[in-house]
């Protein structure tokens, strides 16, 4: 009997795992659309979902640029510490947005739990995104602060290996590459869908305020990059 237990619980995981990845793949291809409700003045899960979508988009330009200074890091390091501090107050808005729709759902406002949570990988492979995002950034900014001559000072010691600054930033790099690219991958499609980029979304309330926080977020990004650009790295 106990046997005959562990088979259907193992049969029970694998058709769970296999429903996920069926949900991730059909909201990945845009083949099934989530429902996000509206709510009057701040367009509740609506309009928290398009300013997500909008600010990840600028974020993926934002990376992208990243990446390509990577291509000579050594010539174009001023321009990469100045688009690492462009970074940082989207991803920060986009922890908060994301953040906010999280402690809604569990907190029993029913326009959130009506619009639900993401497929489970999502949910899974979330505060990877989220972790290794921070630890970039932060590690980068730390660099920055430390100066090249003691980026590789020790600040820990794990398994008889000196870690320092240098090194954390490219375990986070490293952790960043993968799970920020399998989220690209899964929310690029709903993404221009709900910003409107592929031609399908409508109005919603809360649309000023919307304009505000991301006007408000690409200016101090822009001030932070013009003073970090400022700074020699040495």
């Known amino acids: 009997m106990s046997g005959d237990a562990g088979r259907l619980r193992d049969r029970a995981r694998r058709g769970s795992w296999r429903r996920w990845a069926a949900e991730t793949l059909a909201e990945a291809t845009g083949r099934?659309?989530?429902?996000?409700?509206?709510?009057?003045?701040?367009?509740?899960?609506?309009?928290?979902?398009?300013?997500?979508?909008?600010?990840?988009?600028?974020?993926?330009?934002?990376f992208l640029a990243e990446i390509v200074t990577l291509l000579d890091l050594e010539d174009l390091i001023s321009w990469h510490i100045a688009v690492g501090a462009l970074l940082v107050p989207p991803a920060l808005v986009k922890t908060a947005t994301t953040g906010w729709r999280i402690l809604r759902y569990y907190t029993g406002r029913p326009t959130y739990r009506q619009a639900g949570p993401p497929p489970?990988?999502?949910?899974v492979l979330g505060p990877v995104v989220v972790g290794s995002t921070l630890?970039?950034?932060?590690?980068?900014?730390?660099?920055?602060?430390?100066?090249?001559?003691?980026?590789?000072?020790?600040?820990?010691?794990?398994?008889?290996?000196?870690?320092?600054?240098?090194?954390?930033?490219?375990?986070?790099?490293?952790?960043?590459?993968?799970?920020?690219?399998?989220?690209t991958v899964d929310r690029i499609v709903p993404a221009l869908r709900i910003?409107?980029?592929?031609?399908h979304a409508t109005r919603l309330a809360g649309r000023n305020a919307r304009i505000v926080i991301l006007s408000l977020t690409l200016a101090v990004a822009a001030l932070a990059a013009v003073l970090l650009h400022l700074v020699p790295y040495s």
Request: cysteine-free; overall charge positive; aromatic content about 4%.
């Open 32 to 62: 099934r659309l989530r429902v996000d409700p509206e709510e009057p003045r701040t367009g509740g899960p609506a309009g928290n979902a398009r300013l997500t979508a909008w600010t990840g988009l600028v974020l993926l330009v934002l």
């Open 195 to 199: 910003t409107g980029v592929s031609g």
């Open 135 to 183: 630890g970039l950034l932060g590690t980068g900014l730390a660099l920055v602060a430390v100066g090249s001559q003691a980026a590789t000072n020790p600040l820990l010691v794990l398994g008889g290996q000196e870690i320092g600054f240098l090194a954390l930033h490219k375990v986070a790099t490293a952790v960043w590459v993968v799970a920020t690219g399998l989220h």
């Open 120 to 123: 489970m990988p999502l949910r």
